[in-house]
């Protein structure tokens, strides 16, 4: 009935789908942490351009 699914009974077959998870784990971790540094990057680099302080307009903001 289900013929698509497929069990080896060796489980070592295992092992290079495992691997190739991990390392697609690991290389969206990486990515994901080089889009956050290069946005911080790139915050930075606006508010200098514009002049921005964000310290002191949280402090102007009146609480709500």
């Known amino acids: ?10 489980k070592s077959e295992y092992i ?3 691997v ?3 390392l697609f784990i690991v290389f969206a971790a990486i990515t994901m942490i080089w889009f956050i540094k290069n946005s ?10 514009y002049k921005i302080d ?4 949280e402090k102007n903001e009146k609480p709500r």
């Open 16 to 18: 290079p789908a495992i």
């Open 40 to 49: 911080q990057k790139e915050e930075q680099k606006v508010d200098q351009a």
């Open 54 to 57: 964000n310290h002191a307009n």
């Open 20 to 22: 190739m998870l991990m």
């Open 1 to 10: 009935m289900m013929e698509f699914l497929y069990f080896p009974q060796d």
